[in-house]
Each structure stands twice: as C-alpha cells, then as structure tokens.
T-cell receptor
Framework: EDKVVQSPLSLVVHEGDTVTLNCSYE??????LLWYKQEKKAPTFLFML????IEKKSGRLSSILDKKELFSILNITATQTGDSAVYLC????????????FGQGTRLTINP | ETGVTQTPRHLVMGMTNKKSLKCEQH?????MYWYKQSAKKPLELMFV???????ENNSVPSRFSPECPNSSHLFLHLHTLQPEDSALYLC???????????FGPGTRLTVL
C-alpha cells in the first residue's frame, strides 16, 4: 500500500530559526512529490518536484527530492510567525489518473 | 481568495438528511477531485473526475455520490451519513492529471 510519512509531526521554534521538514514516500509508479501549506482550511501549493537532486526555491522556502532514497525535505530559513501552519507532503503516482497520497503533516509553530 | 470555491463552508446535518456540497473552479482546469480530511488523519482522496468523467472512486461508501455536470462544477451528494463522516471535505482542481492541484477552502461537515 502506498504511504507517505512526514517527520517531525510537530515542531516549535523561535522566529529567525531555520527549519527542515522531512518526507519519505513509497508510491507505486511514482511521478512527483508535492508540498502544500495549510493554515486554516485550503492547502496552498508550494512546490512540485519530479527530478532528483534539483532544488526548487521560492523566497525563504526551498525543497529537494532524492528519488534514490525516496525522500524530500522542505527548508524554511529566517522563519517568521506567518510561517506557522501545517505543512503537507504528497506523493503522486501514475495509475490512470495521478493519485496523491498525503502524509499526516508537520505542524510548525513559530514563536516571536 | 483562491480560484476554487466551495459552498457551503459549514454544514450540520442529521443522519437521515440529504444535502449536497458544491465546488466551482475558475481556473480553466479539466480535472477535479474530492478529498476528505478527518482529525489527525491524512487527506484521503475520494473521487477524481477528468473531462466530466469519473476516473477514480477510492472505495468510498455509496452514501457519497459525486456529480460533475461540466468541467467547472463538481458536487458531492450526501445521504444517510454516519457521525464518523464528520470531517472537512476539500475540493481541488488541476490542469491535466499530472500537475499540481489547487484546493478550495473546504466544507466543514458535522453529522449528528
């Protein structure tokens, strides 16, 4: 059965710290790894990674995929209180339609 | 405000009621999805529609009945639900199967 596991499940840091969130996956016919940020309701898209070893960056956020070891990391530098959210990782496999299998999420809290 | 809207945002219903959830996407996408998010569980894919045809039904009980009349609208018809069906129901859309999915704000459903 496909699964995605995120760690840690919860993380509390101070503003300005750098954090690394982890995601490991076992997905049949794997094609892509996606990261989302969920603050209140709607998860908002951050990154989609399909190639191993190529870092994607957006401001203070960056992510990289390792297809050999089946994991991805999401880095956030110089954290701000607005980064507080649940970060979701999802593995996409090609089985007809692409099915996204989500991890449990990492709840990140940034204290001022 | 995202390009995917959902109504109602909150719904309380009894086990014998019939209600419908509505999703509309304004992004010109051709695939739409229903997900269920229960407390402390990962997002679970329920249904996938592509070009108004259902291409995935993830072993969802028949008391949930989806309908996709066109590529912009998706409904989830509910009848004789159980209290364990209480959850956040999220709609998403994407352009093609293999691109990132964009989520709506969700409907918080409570079954009494």
């Amino acid at each position: 059965e496909d699964k995605v596991v995120q760690s840690p499940l919860s993380l509390v840091v101070h503003e300005g710290d750098t954090v690394t969130l982890n995601c490991s996956y076992e997905v049949t016919n794997f094609r892509s790894l996606l990261w989302y940020k969920q603050e209140k309701k709607a998860p908002t898209f951050l990154f989609m990674l399909t190639s191993s070893g190529i870092e994607k960056k957006s401001g203070r956020l960056s992510s990289i995929l390792d297809k050999k070891e089946l994991f991805s990391i999401l880095n956030i530098t110089a954290t701000q209180t607005g980064d507080s959210a649940v970060y979701l990782c999802a593995g996409g496999g090609i089985q007809g339609a692409q099915k996204l299998v989500f991890g449990q999420g990492t709840r990140l809290t940034i204290n001022p | 405000e995202t390009g995917v809207t959902q109504t109602p945002r909150h719904l309380v219903m009894g086990m014998t009621n019939k209600k419908s959830l509505k999703c509309e996407q304004h992004l010109g996408h051709n695939a739409m999805y229903w997900y269920k998010q229960s407390a402390k569980k990962p997002l679970e894919l329920m249904f996938v529609y592509s070009l108004e045809e259902r291409v995935e039904n993830n072993s969802v009980p028949s008391r949930f009945s989806p309908e996709c009349p066109n590529s912009s609208h998706l409904f989830l018809h509910l009848h004789t639900l159980q209290p364990e069906d209480s959850a956040l129901y999220l709609c998403a859309s994407s352009q093609g199967y293999y691109n990132e999915q964009f989520f709506g704000p969700g409907t918080r459903l409570t079954v009494l």
